[in-house]
């Protein structure tokens, strides 16, 4: 019956990292598009002018109208929001129609009344005048509409005004005329002289009043940067990125659980604990230098749970970047108990065992032995271990491109066989035994195995390595726990 799966919960943040090979790739892209989305969105012109305005105080045109001519601020206020008025877009959405008939194909764009009323803000200055601020996301578009703007109220004031003074002109000249019919007052009577003057001082203070601006500042553009917009957005999109990613692997890890403590993989893979690595060691890896205290217990244990040695592989699951470094150092720690140790590269496709024992380029090794091309002494290199303990080494050697249907051969089994009769431990570095057959094709003919498992191994995993091993009759003798990584995520 095969045993149920033992795991240990993860948080989000250690489930987002084990899936980062797709959780990472996403937070970026969707950081990265609202970014430009907001590049390509945001950023504006705005176009600013400032009419100043003529004080209207003494102005009889104005002497009868709704505004109070004695206060400059409100006086101010009201003719803001008349620049902003229906009738001054309105005026400014038939300039553009006529520049857009005379130049159909480089005219501007088209503008509503409605669409205008986002675009033009016009407020009264703490000097009671009017400025008015023309945004847009084009330049151009700012500073036209910001021009006709000013043009449309001068245009539209002036005729407001004209219009009031004629109003007052046409009252005036009817109470004339009703006194020049009243039979008892002559023509040149002074009342008539006096109309003429409120006449004549209307029409002149229309004249000078006009449009009512003194002068109005050309139109400036202050374009907003889009830099800013583009960077908020694209944190904004990397954080919501980020905790949704997160959720999902969560919600993932749920569904594939990982062993992340010693006592998961031992329950799991039915099989004692050798010991335990929490950390890097203190030192880049040399032979003839202490291999370690964890790895020294390592050796201690594996002669424990199997005193009569043989031939083991050690091995993992998935691929491990400390795995053959670890047998390298359980390798000389065991030849510094003074046992008879040899220690095999069988990792064909990585080699790193041999690079730490700086022996990677010698010629011949264990592809040569099986094929017959050489003999076991020929490719056998001693290693010194510290003081007299040594060690042998057997390469990689040439590679090939089927190395698991070499190692299934009779040849294989004799070489095998007549090892462990020679060494009190042989031990074997495999690739990952889910990666390639290489390993499963050793361990029918070895004695047990050693498996390295590093911290975020999947236990679906681990289940299938224990069932293999089932098949193989290859029991695992011990389990060394790696804490140092959370690598296994797809």
């Known amino acids: 019956m095969t045993a149920p799966l033992q795991t240990s919960s993860i948080g989000p943040v250690e489930a987002f990292w084990r899936f980062r090979a797709w959780t990472v790739p996403i937070t970026i892209v969707v950081g990265i598009l609202a970014g430009l989305a907001a590049l390509a969105t945001s950023g504006t012109s705005t176009a600013t002018t400032t009419l100043y305005l003529t004080d209207p105080r003494g102005t009889p045109v104005f002497s009868e109208g709704s505004t109070n001519p004695t206060d400059l601020n409100r006086f101010a206020r009201q003719r803001a929001a008349f620049a902003e008025s229906v009738s001054v877009r309105q005026l400014v959405v038939d300039e553009i129609d006529k520049l857009r008939a005379a130049d159909p194909e480089n005219g501007p764009v088209e503008e509503t009344v409605k669409g205008l009323e986002d675009v033009i803000n016009a407020s009264a200055t703490s000097t009671s005048d009017i400025m008015v601020a023309c945004t847009a996301t084009d330049e151009a578009r700012a500073l036209l509409v910001c021009d006709l ?93 980020g905790f949704a990613m997160a959720a999902l692997a969560w919600f993932r890890a749920g569904r594939r659980p990982v062993v992340v403590a010693s006592g998961d993989a031992t329950a799991t893979l039915r099989a004692p604990l050798l010991g335990e690595i929490t950390g890097p060691p203190e030192a880049p890896f040399d032979a003839i230098s202490p291999p370690g205290v964890a790895y020294q217990l390592l050796a201690t244990s594996l002669g424990a749970v199997h005193p009569d040695g043989g031939v083991v592989l050690a091995g993992t699951a998935l691929p491990s970047l400390g ?24 990792n064909l496709r990585d080699r790193r065992l041999s690079r730490l024992f700086g022996v990677e380029a010698a010629a011949g090794g264990l592809t040569e032995m099986l094929a017959g091309l050489t003999t076991y002494e020929e490719v056998r290199r001693s290693i010194g271990v510290g003081g007299a303990a040594t060690l042998d080494l057997v390469t990689g050697g040439r590679p090939i491109d089927d190395p698991s249907s070499l190692f299934r051969s009779q040849a294989a089994r004799d070489t095998l066989a007549s090892l462990r009769q020679q060494y009190d431990l042989v031990l074997i570095d495999v690739p990952p035994l889910l990666s390639v057959a290489d390993g499963s094709a050793l361990a029918s003919e070895a004695d047990g195995v050693m498996l390295m498992v590093d911290r975020g191994t999947e236990s679906h995993d681990l289940d299938t390595v224990r069932q293999r091993l089932d098949v193989l009759r290859a029991p695992v003798l011990g389990i060394v726990f790696d804490h140092r990584s959370l690598e296994h995520g797809r």
Do not use: C, M, W
């Open 149 to 241: 703007v000013k043009n449309a109220y001068v245009n539209l004031t002036n005729a407001d005004t004209t219009s009031r003074a004629e109003a007052a002109v046409n009252a005036y000249l009817a109470d004339r005329d009703r006194l020049i019919a009243d039979q008892d007052v002559s023509p040149g009577a002074s009342a008539i002289d006096e109309i003429d003057l409120r006449i004549a001082e209307v029409r002149s203070a229309a004249a000078l009043y006009g449009s009512g601006v003194e002068f109005i500042d050309s139109p400036e553009v202050d374009e907003d940067s889009r830099l800013l917009p583009a960077v908020q957005f694209a944190l904004a999109g990397l954080l919501f990125a």
């Open 323 to 346: 795995a053959s470094e670890t047998v390298a150092r359980v390798a000389a720690a065991s030849a510094r108990e003074g046992r008879r140790v040899l220690v095999i590269d069988g």
